[in-house]
């Protein structure tokens, strides 16, 4: 009975404090002034930015067994800069903000994604040709807005990579589709592009990318769908005849 009442103690008390944890609109509004910060500040975000782009290029022994560590590094160095910039109470309620009120939304509604996409299998006979590379790619893009840039490259990643198994010449296609369906392609909705959907979670409309920026977005993916036709064709007029791969 004491051991009972102990654990129902215990689990009072922890959810008293993860109540008190939740981010309210008055502590979450306090402290921090974004206008105010200048541009050294932005430094530890520059720097986890190039380390997660060149470290596995220059260094990929180190990066690849202590990457975890870099990245908290960077991150505890923000926290510092922060500190010094607004105080530790302020810093300390932009954190608890941050990870309850914007983290953890976009990782249910990335998890959420991550499920239902997962779950699509799309098969077929379909031949490799840039007709039907383009057609992926325009899908894809197109689709990026609409059930997000993860899903939509769970669900056309593995059609496009099984129809271009056979050509010899195809990381160009991949490396495209990247730029198209997983970035491009989620400009003109929350659901596709993360930092959209942190804006919508704090009041900005949902459809605001879609009406200020379509034409901006269609000009963008037409000019790189364009420049992937033009290699594609080239590479695939290089490919051997079927009989002879």
């Keep these: 009975m004491a051991a009972d009442g102990l654990l129902a103690r215990g689990g009072t008390a922890l959810a008293v404090f993860c109540l008190t944890l939740l981010?309210?609109?008055?502590?979450?509004?306090?402290?921090?002034?974004?206008?105010?910060?200048?541009?050294?500040?932005?430094?530890?975000?520059?720097?986890?930015?190039?380390?997660?782009?060149?470290?596995?290029?220059?260094v990929p022994k180190i990066w690849h067994h202590h990457y975890g560590k870099i990245t908290a590094a960077w991150a505890l160095l923000a926290l510092a800069a922060l500190v010094v910039f607004a105080g530790s109470m302020a810093t300390l309620a932009a954190l608890v903000h941050a990870v309850?009120?914007?983290?953890?939304?976009?990782?249910?509604?990335l998890f959420a994604?991550?499920?239902?996409?997962?779950?699509?299998l799309i098969t077929g006979d379909i031949r490799a040709t840039p007709a039907t590379n383009l057609g992926i790619l325009a899908l894809g893009t197109?689709?990026?807005?609409?059930?997000?840039?993860?899903?939509?490259?769970?669900?056309?990643?593995?059609?496009?990579?099984?129809?271009?198994?056979?050509?010899?010449?195809?990381?160009?296609?991949?490396?495209?589709?990247?730029?198209?369906v997983a970035n491009v392609g989620g400009a003109l909705?929350?659901?596709?592009d993360p930092p959209l959907f942190v804006g919508f979670l704090h009041g900005v409309d949902f459809f605001w990318?879609?009406?200020?920026?379509?034409?901006?977005?269609?000009?963008v993916a037409g000019l790189l769908l364009t420049i992937f036709v033009a290699i594609d064709v080239w590479r695939f007029r290089s490919e051997p005849p079927p009989g002879d791969a």
Excluded: C, K
């Design 100 to 109: 309850f009120a914007e983290y953890l939304g976009f990782i249910v509604l």
């Design 189 to 192: 909705s929350p659901l596709g």
């Design 113 to 120: 994604l991550y499920v239902v996409a997962g779950g699509i």
């Design 209 to 219: 990318t879609t009406r200020t920026i379509w034409l901006q977005t269609a000009i």
């Design 142 to 180: 197109l689709g990026a807005s609409i059930v997000g840039t993860t899903g939509a490259a769970m669900i056309l990643i593995r059609p496009l990579i099984r129809t271009n198994r056979p050509r010899r010449h195809n990381a160009h296609v991949v490396i495209f589709f990247i730029i198209l």
């Design 23 to 58: 981010p309210q609109r008055a502590f979450a509004g306090t402290g921090l002034d974004g206008a105010a910060m200048r541009w050294p500040y932005a430094l530890p975000f520059a720097g986890l930015l190039l380390s997660i782009a060149l470290g596995p290029l220059l």
